[in-house]
């Protein structure tokens, strides 16, 4: 090849390599992350679901399913915030395992800007995977409204805030997933709809609404997904005590039904979707080993009792909230049971340990939350 001829393919294919690397700059910005002093792969988590997982949503909700009163937060560093236990909730406890600060609610107006780069809580007590569960206490934010505040709110503050695309940053935090049990407590059994579905067939909407959420979360980004397996429900104080909502083996055989196909729902997202992974907390099996072992090995003297004085419908309360300012149990750190449905901090942490840094799939399945966020995606 004469010399001029070879210098010209040189400089045409050098022109091309400099567009076609340009263009590709252009759709790829990198995300302008705070450095973090910490190892940390993840950046952040952002969490949907109900009162288990909500840090304050619904102090400003029109709803009565709050937590915004003592003896709620007695034994939280911040006191009385919104959370749904005497302390720490579950989220707040795998935040202190993947090293991350507290993070905010979305309702609070101060969660915005620089302050919602380590994640946005969406929770709102009461709610559920169907629009109208929590529709009995007022206002709860259903899991499609807060993913829907999750996209039009959230990510549009976090683009603006890196300077890139979710589909960029969102692989670099969990999303952390809660929900479900409203919709068998708070709906199917207290409106007795049953008189008119069969668990069978309900449990499988709930199924499907859900895999249409994830993939929704998945599509805007989300690669690293938590999600929390149906506490049994049965086991709970507001149904081990006179109710108007069910039984224990009916409650129990809902969460099982619900958890089995949650997990087939889950080992099929990740056949399907590449790059979608997961861990599926099974607190069902942490709380029920929690109760059937022995106190002296648990530390938990009281497996079934709330905590807080409850007032039972028939006394004019709903069986599951603290009454305000009543009285509670001397030693928190022994009972399950904070109130008639959510755990003490002591159970929540076996909960978030167990999730981070359990080997047993029985706990944690296929992988722990340790091995999750440092997956290279
Ligand atoms: C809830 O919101 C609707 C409007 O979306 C409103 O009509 C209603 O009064 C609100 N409050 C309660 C307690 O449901
Ligand atoms: C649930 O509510 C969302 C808005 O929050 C709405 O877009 C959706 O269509 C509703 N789903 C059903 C099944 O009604
Ligand atoms: C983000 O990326 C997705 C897929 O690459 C694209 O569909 C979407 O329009 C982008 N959004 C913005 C705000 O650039
Ligand atoms: C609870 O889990 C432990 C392992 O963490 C196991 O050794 C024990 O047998 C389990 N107990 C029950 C009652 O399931
Ligand atoms: C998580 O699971 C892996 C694999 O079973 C195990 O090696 C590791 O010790 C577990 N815990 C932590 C904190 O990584």
Not at 227 to 246: A, F
């Given at each position: 090849m004469p010399k001029k001829v070879s210098k010209l393919v040189c400089l045409y294919l050098s022109l091309i390599f400099a567009s076609v690397s340009s263009a590709?700059?252009?759709t790829t910005v990198d995300c302008h992350f705070i450095q973090d002093v910490s190892d940390n792969t993840i950046r952040g988590m952002f969490v949907f679901g109900s009162?288990?997982?909500?840090?304050?949503?619904?102090?400003?909700?029109?709803?009565t399913s709050k937590a915004n009163y003592l003896p709620y937060g007695i034994d939280f560093p911040y006191g009385t915030s919104g959370r749904f236990t005497n302390s720490k909730n579950v989220i707040d406890l795998l935040c202190d395992q993947v090293k991350l600060p507290l993070i905010p609610p979305?309702?609070?107006?101060?969660?915005?800007?620089?302050?919602?780069?380590?994640?946005?809580n969406h929770a709102s007590g009461s709610s559920g995977i169907l629009n109208d569960t929590g529709s009995v206490a007022g206002n709860a934010t259903s899991l499609s409204q807060q993913i829907m505040d999750f996209e039009v709110v959230t990510l549009a503050e976090l683009e603006a805030q890196l300077g890139c695309n979710s589909s960029q940053s969102l692989?670099?935090?969990?999303?952390?997933?809660?929900?479900?049990g409203n919709d068998y407590m708070l709906n199917y059994f207290l409106r007795k709809l049953y008189l008119l579905i069969s668990i069978e067939t309900f449990t499988a909407n709930l199924i499907a609404s859900l895999d249409q959420k994830l993939q929704k979360l998945y599509s805007l980004g989300g690669r690293k997904f938590?999600?929390?397996?149906?506490?049994?429900?049965?086991?709970?104080?507001?149904?081990?005590?006179?109710?108007?909502?069910?039984?224990?083996?009916?409650?129990?055989?809902?969460?099982?039904?619900?958890?089995?196909?949650?997990?087939?729902?889950?080992?099929?997202?990740?056949?399907?979707?590449?790059?979608?992974?997961?861990?599926?907390?099974?607190?069902?099996?942490?709380?029920?080993?929690?109760?059937?072992?022995?106190?002296?090995?648990?530390?938990?003297?009281?497996?079934?009792?709330p905590c807080c004085a409850v007032?039972?419908?028939?006394?004019?309360?709903?069986?599951?909230?603290?009454?305000?300012?009543?009285?509670?149990?001397?030693?928190?750190t022994t009972y399950m049971y904070f109130d008639g449905l959510h755990p003490t901090e002591a159970v929540n942490v076996e909960i978030a340990t167990k999730a981070y840094a359990s080997t047993l799939q029985g706990d944690a399945y296929p992988i722990n939350v340790s091995q999750l966020v440092r997956l290279q995606i």
């Open positions: 590709f700059a252009g009162s288990l997982v909500d840090n304050g949503n619904n102090n400003y909700l029109e709803t979305f309702q609070d107006p101060s969660a915005k800007g620089s302050k919602i780069l380590h994640g946005v692989p670099s935090y969990l999303i952390v997933v809660g929900v479900g938590v999600v929390t397996s149906l506490m049994p429900l049965g086991n709970s104080p507001v149904i081990t005590r006179p109710n108007i909502i069910g039984t224990p083996s009916g409650l129990n055989y809902a969460a099982e039904l619900y958890n089995a196909r949650l997990k087939t729902l889950l080992d099929s997202l990740k056949a399907h979707l590449s790059d979608f992974n997961f861990v599926l907390v099974n607190q069902y099996n942490i709380i029920s080993n929690l109760t059937q072992s022995p106190p002296s090995r648990t530390g938990f003297k009281d497996t079934h009792n007032s039972l419908v028939s006394q004019g309360g709903n069986g599951i909230s603290c009454d305000r300012g009543g009285k509670t149990c001397v030693d928190r």
